[in-house]
């Protein structure tokens, strides 16, 4: 009988020992995740993004989701990414030439927009970031966009209950390190993929999709003069260039030269992805041109021809109206409303 | 299941114990003990100066025997900060058995971290020694005050970084053991260093305050004052037992 009671109170002491509160730190590295495969058309080149460092999940991806939208990034919880960020701009910032910060901040350059990242190797208009992973910190901490210092957010959303369910979902437990963070960030915003334009259905050749003769004029002149720098698939080579922006003594930006202190990049900014283009004005890296076509006449007569200029553009890209027109029918077509409108990536509200 | 826990880890800490080497790094100024805010420095130039906040990152430790040989520690990275007594006191892992007349480690973080995406640890972007403008780790920060300084609140501020060419700050510091240091069994030999902030403007570039009172991006001005500090540590004491 006493051995009986013995052997019980063993058994007992074992299976509250597996039930115990000790186990989750056993399992916690083996979270039950979906793994998510990301649908990328064949005839894109590969990513650049290192996906085996950060492979994607369901939660992982639910997780950015949440963080993207919430206001709680910034120092006073008024603005979230998605506040600069928005969808239907190709998530830019419509109508805004440079961006807004928390306690009513302006920083000096304009929002880009958000799609295809995963192809990009540095971010910001002077490349001066070199990682996708990366990208959020300066964002988030700059005194002039969210205002945030990291390790008190890393504190704040650690003490939230909901963070706690969404950290534990992605990684297997509750522990909120930047580390997670912005690998979270990056899931989420590697899967804003915009390939459903109308220029994607008709090069590939979809039934009953065809240019219509402005467009096809369009796509002519823009594979003639603009498709070395804005190259498809990407609409962009991601390069860094001078394309004869005159130079604003208020702004004083000298480009990517701030990065490397060399002189040979004075004025260079990123070439920025056209797809989406004609939803998301305002354009170049102060946003000062709110029409496209002043971005046309730009580069028809409007260039400043400094040390740097790009030898691409250095003698300006003569544009005539009936260019200018179809040039315009031409980049509506890479408008992918599929993309704006995708309910995978909308807002969320957020109020705790 | 804790008490168990913590019997697991005696046992493997007893197995690898012989292995480490334990480390303190003491900093002086010109041969001063260093205190943050209070004290009062100068350099050769004739500038006097306080300081505020000196960090640094060591990383890639590794020893030399007599014979030349070279093995590495484990991999590391290390935040030392003067406002932190126990970032002074290292711990390296899993040194090979060996008697060794040399010590190597590089003030800094490898390159291929600077552009790998956020780190955890030590490296982690929080401790603010990550720019975010221009990525990359500050490789070595010190801030402080001189009335020589024509910066706001007469500052001096120094971030060290940069990565890529041609401006690297990563510095590869070599030093000779005054006598050798023996890892072997149921040993934890103690080394202690001592890095002095002296070195970072008086070595072959000097550093006038007057001139140049801060610098906070990747340039010639860092490679000098790392090329500099790359100087400022000898040893003082090396206990095996």
Known sequence: ???????????????????????????????????????????????????????????????????????????????????????????????????????????????????????????????????????????????????????????????????????????????????????????????????????????????????????????????????????????????????????????????????????????????????????????????RFFDIFQVFDMYDHGQEKGNTIDPLVKNGIPLNPKEQRQLYMFLNTLTDKKFIKNQDFSEILITD | MKRLLSLIFLFTYTGTAAQQVQLDINHVVGGLPMQLKTATYSNTAGDTFNITLFRYYLSNFSFSDATGKTVAAEKGYFLVSEDSIPSRKLVLQQCPKGRYTQLHFMIGVDSVLNFSGPQSGALDPMYGMFWTWNSGYIMAKLEGNSPSSRLPNHMIQFHIGGYRAPHVTQRMVTLTLPEPLVVGQGKTPHLSLEADVATWFDGAYKVIFTQLAGFMAPGTAADRIADNYQHMFSVKKIVNQ
Not at chain 1, 62 to 71: E, S, V
Not at chain 1, 90 to 99: E, I, N, R
Not at chain 1, 198 to 210: A, F, I, L, N, W
Not at chain 1, 243 to 257: F, Q
Request: glycine share 6%; charged share 20%.
């Open chain 1, 1 to 287: 009988m006493t051995r009986k009671v013995i052997y019980l109170l063993c058994a007992f002491c074992l299976w509250y020992w597996l039930m115990g509160e000790d186990r989750d730190a056993l399992t916690a590295h083996a979270p039950v995740v979906e793994y998510y495969q990301l649908k990328i058309p064949d005839s894109l080149p590969p990513p650049v993004y290192n996906f085996k460092n950060n492979p994607l999940t369901k939660e992982g991806i639910a997780l950015g989701r949440h963080l993207f939208y919430d206001p709680k990034l910034s120092v006073d919880s008024s603005i979230s990414c998605g506040f600069c960020h928005q969808q239907f701009a190709g998530f830019g910032h419509y109508d805004h030439a440079l961006s807004h910060g928390v306690l009513g901040r302006t920083g000096n350059r304009s929002v880009p927009t958000l799609f295809n990242l995963i192809w990009q190797k540095d971010f910001m208009w002077d490349g001066g970031v070199n990682h996708l992973d990366i990208q959020p910190l300066t964002p988030i901490t700059d005194e002039n966009e969210m205002g945030m210092d990291l390790r008190a957010l890393i504190d704040r959303l650690q003490g939230n209950q909901t963070y706690k369910k969404l950290f534990k979902a992605a990684y297997g437990s509750e522990e909120v390190t930047s580390e997670r963070m912005f690998k979270a960030l990056s899931q989420f915003m590697a899967t804003m993929l915009s390939f459903e334009s109308k220029y994607d259905s008709v090069m590939r050749r979809e039934p009953g999709v065809t240019f219509t003769a402005e467009e096809q004029g369009g796509y002519r002149t823009f594979m003639q003069k603009c498709a070395s720098c804005h190259k498809p698939p990407l609409f962009t080579d991601y390069s860094l260039r001078n394309n004869g922006l005159p130079y604003l003594p208020s702004m004083n930006d000298v480009g990517r030269m701030r990065i490397t202190n060399n002189t040979a990049d004075y004025l260079k900014f990123k070439v920025p992805s056209l797809r989406n283009v004609l939803v998301s004005s305002p354009y170049m890296h102060d946003g």
